[in-house]
């Protein structure tokens, strides 16, 4: 069974802790140098992400957003668990749970920015009670 009950759960805590991501100036002012705009396709449910770091913008929803450079594809617990810190994008990608398209070199560069979000992402779901959320494997 998925995590999320629907694409508005999605958007809600993997969109949650992006937005959480723009409200911290520094973090933004270090994404911006890095020019990228991430595309995240989810399934299970379908949702979509888009993240303009260059402009600090997200935008939820197929064809929303500017054209990205990179583009990750994979489950929605997938991104769960990638901000639980249970999952580590370059084995996910070497191991086929997350598929990608464009320069993933340059997305690797902010990577390391992200482990930063771990801890309030897990604040999120537990403020919100969702220990299935933060149970999973």
Same mark, same amino acid.
């Given at each position: #069974?998925? $995590?999320?009950?629907?694409?508005?759960?999605?958007? !809600?805590?993997? /969109?949650? *802790?992006?937005? #959480? /991501?723009? !409200?911290?100036?520094?973090?933004? !002012?270090?994404? +911006?140098?890095?020019?990228?705009?991430?595309?995240? %396709?989810? %399934?299970?449910? &379908?949702?979509?992400?888009?993240?303009?770091?260059?402009?600090?913008?997200?935008? !939820?929803?197929?064809?929303?957003?500017?054209?990205?450079?990179?583009?990750?594809? #994979?489950?929605? &617990?997938? /991104?769960?668990?990638?901000?639980?810190? @249970?999952?580590?994008?370059? *084995? =996910?990608? $070497? +191991?086929?749970?997350?598929?990608? +398209?464009?320069? *993933?070199?340059?997305?690797? %560069?902010?990577?390391?920015? =992200? +482990? /930063?979000?771990?801890?309030?992402? @897990? =604040?999120?779901?537990?403020?919100?009670?969702? %220990?299935?959320?933060?149970?999973?494997?």
């Amino acid at each position: #069974m998925a $995590a999320f009950e629907n694409e508005a759960e999605v958007y !809600e805590y993997l /969109g949650g *802790v992006f937005r #959480m /991501g723009m !409200e911290d100036a520094d973090l933004v !002012e270090r994404l +911006k140098p890095s020019g990228v705009v991430l595309r995240i %396709t989810y %399934t299970e449910p &379908d949702a979509v992400l888009t993240v303009d770091m260059p402009n600090s913008a997200i935008f !939820e929803g197929a064809g929303q957003g500017p054209q990205p450079d990179v583009e990750l594809f #994979m489950t929605a &617990d997938t /991104g769960n668990r990638f901000w639980l810190g @249970r999952v580590v994008l370059p *084995v =996910a990608l $070497a +191991k086929g749970q997350v598929r990608a +398209k464009g320069p *993933v070199a340059k997305l690797l %560069t902010v990577l390391p920015l =992200a +482990k /930063g979000l771990f801890g309030p992402y @897990r =604040a999120s779901l537990e403020a919100k009670d969702r %220990t299935d959320l933060l149970d999973a494997a």
